[in-house]
Nanobody, 126 residues
C-alpha cells in the first residue's frame, strides 16, 4: 500500500497559480488511480480531479474545469494538480488520494479511495 505526502500549498492572491504535488511511496504507484479532493471549513470534502493509472483519463469537477489540470509521472511516483485562475472559493485543505484498481476507470466519490495524504492548505486571498 502506498503512502501519500502532499506539498505545494500556500497563500496566493486571486487570479494566481499554485502547483500541488503528491509523492507516493512504494513500487506500485502505477496500480493506483489518483484523485484530488478538498475540504473548506464547515463544508464536506469534495471531489476536485482524478486521473487513471496510466494518466490517459482525467476528470474534473465543474467548479475547477478549465482552471485546474491533474497529471502524473509514474516514474517519479508523483501526481500533480496545477491550479490557475485561483478564486477565494478555492480556499481549502487539498488532499490527494489513491485507489487500487486494475481498471482504467476514475471515480469521483471519496469512498472509492483507499489511501489518503495528510492534506495541504491552499488559501486564496481576494
Amino acid at each position: 500500500q502506498v503512502q501519500l505526502v502532499e506539498s505545494g500549498g500556500g497563500l496566493v492572491q486571486a487570479g494566481g497559480s499554485l502547483r500541488l504535488s503528491c509523492a507516493a511511496s512504494g513500487r506500485t504507484f502505477s496500480s493506483y488511480a489518483m484523485g484530488w479532493f478538498r475540504q473548506a471549513p464547515g463544508k464536506e470534502r469534495e471531489f476536485v480531479a482524478a486521473i487513471s493509472r496510466g494518466g490517459g483519463i482525467t476528470y474534473y469537477s465543474n467548479s475547477v474545469k478549465g482552471r485546474f489540470t491533474i497529471s502524473r509521472d509514474n516514474a517519479k511516483n508523483t501526481v500533480y494538480l496545477q491550479m490557475s485562475s485561483l478564486r477565494p472559493e478555492d480556499t481549502a485543505v487539498y488532499y490527494c488520494a489513491a485507489e487500487a484498481t486494475a481498471s482504467w476507470v476514475v471515480h469521483t466519490t471519496s469512498q472509492q479511495y483507499d489511501v489518503w495524504g495528510q492534506g495541504t492548505q491552499v488559501t486564496v486571498s481576494s
